[in-house]
């Protein structure tokens, strides 16, 4: 028999949160940036992402990441990431995915080394003991104090920052506690939030889509979390992890409001209770440059075939539908 196409995969988690990332099998890309090669993927190789992530290989909580050759002399790796429903902008917990993956292939050690996003470059320090930290792009709080009348919710207020992705953010305004047994309506609560931002139009800079959406609450143990939240991603599963680009927009809100000082450390818990540790430094603009640290594991290897016989080759396609660019 003729050998079956493969794509070679490592899987990992960060905090809970599941990072597929491609190694080998892929295209060849002609971009000269990652967001050339996110937009070669979008319009010339979608099946990718589908195989990948799509049932019946994946699922709709995983985030895949191809590792690409960097377009930039002070990078190690570029990178593109995206979900069941589309591409993203930037992705903290894959960046730790696909850090962990490079050591674990023994690319990379103990140091600092920039990974190339499709929104710039991002800095992972990995320490002696192999703790991973990433420094993100510059995060900032964008509209304070939004009002929004949330069918079902009532009126909800919130603020919408940047953290490598668009996020409306709110304290819990409702009677849900933030616990796993709860995610479903959570995420109906999360999923009207949204249906409400795009009735009144509310935008990122730009006209950005806010697509995530992060609810917050008190932490389950306050001794070894400052807060605690629940984010929806554009494809509506909920984050495992406490979210990178989350806890990123969440210290530029903090800085923003008085709440939190340069350096100082936030532990932002997650629905699982896990946490990264994040801190910022201010920019003379208000913006923040954040730093989130947390932990990942290599959980599998394996070979992906593409049978040209199967159906369902490259995954059953999702029932939910977004536009090119979507952000996670």
Not at 129 to 153: D, T, W, Y
Not at 194 to 223: C, M, W, Y
Not at 245 to 259: D, E, F, P
Request: negative net charge; hydrophobic residues 40%.
């Amino acid at each position: 028999m003729k050998p079956l196409p493969t794509i070679r995969v490592l899987d990992s988690h960060t905090e809970g949160e599941p990072t597929r990332v491609i190694v080998s099998g892929g295209p060849t890309f002609r971009g000269t940036s990652m967001l050339d090669v996110r937009r070669e993927l979008e319009s010339e190789h979608d099946w990718l992402r589908t195989s990948c992530l799509n049932e019946p290989r994946g699922n709709e909580a995983m985030v895949g990441a191809i590792l690409c050759e960097s377009t930039r002399d002070d990078c190690v790796a570029g990178v593109v990431f995206f979900n069941n429903v589309g591409y993203l902008n930037g992705c903290i917990h894959g960046t730790i995915g696909v850090v962990q993956t490079l050591i674990h292939l023994e690319t990379i050690s103990a140091g600092d080394h920039g990974i190339e996003t499709p929104v710039g470059r991002v800095t992972a320090i990995v320490d002696q003991a192999g703790i991973i930290s990433v420094r993100n792009v510059a995060s900032f709080r964008h509209l304070q104090g939004i009002e929004l009348k949330v069918a079902g919710f009532g009126t909800v207020v919130g603020d919408v920052a940047w953290g490598g992705n668009w996020f409306f953010l709110t304290d819990n305004p409702t009677d849900i506690p933030l616990e796993r047994a709860r995610t479903a309506q959570l995420t109906q609560f999360a999923m009207a939030i949204r249906q409400s931002l795009r009735d009144n139009a509310v935008t990122g800079r730009d006209g950005g889509e806010i697509d995530h959406i992060e609810i917050f609450a008190k932490p389950t143990n306050p001794q070894h979390a400052d807060s605690k939240n629940f984010v929806l991603c554009p494809g509506n599963a909920y984050d495992r992890s406490p979210c990178g680009t989350g806890t990123s927009a969440k210290l530029a809100c903090l800085v923003a409001a008085g709440k939190l000082s340069p350096g100082q450390v936030w532990r932002q818990a997650g629905i699982l209770d896990t946490i990264f540790y994040g801190s910022a430094a201010v920019l003379s603009d208000g913006s923040v440059i954040p730093t989130i640290q947390a932990r990942a594991f290599i959980n599998a290897e394996a070979n992906l075939l593409i049978d040209p016989a199967d159906p369902f080759r490259f995954g059953i396609p999702s029932p939910i539908s977004l536009t090119p660019s979507t952000s996670s």
